[in-house]
């Protein structure tokens, strides 16, 4: 291993990183389990999380939903959620049916289905994306 290369900020971060989504993938194994989702894909997580948890996910903010592999990702505080159980980092993270119409092409729910004329099936990210594929 390069030494230089080495960079105990930047794995203390991730680290923090990795132990928030496996409260979300606890939360959603849940979820899951109780029959309120059938695939994580479509799922809405909303994470209650402490200022510095919250300092940790702004670096991720755009790629929240990537990262924990579902359709919609809310951040809010952890004093807006005073009941339910905690995971070990002290956060409380609620999975539940994320709202609007599922994509045929990447499986997510959302509010804008058919919002472009000519992919009625798409979500707009997806119809985007096709629309600059075919014009090559």
Known sequence: VDEDLLDDELAAHYSEVLEIRRAALAALEQAKDAGEVQNPVEARLDLYVTDEQRRVLESLEQ??????????????????????????????VVASMASG???????????????????PKLCRTCAERVNRILAG
């Open 63 to 92: 790629d929240l939903e990537t990262l924990l592999i579902v359709s919609k990702v809310e951040v809010h505080h952890i004093s807006d959620h005073d009941d339910g159980p905690a995971s070990p980092s002290g956060m409380r």
């Open 101 to 119: 119409d599922k994509c045929d092409r990447c499986w997510k729910r959302t509010e804008t289905i058919g919002t472009v004329k000519e992919h």
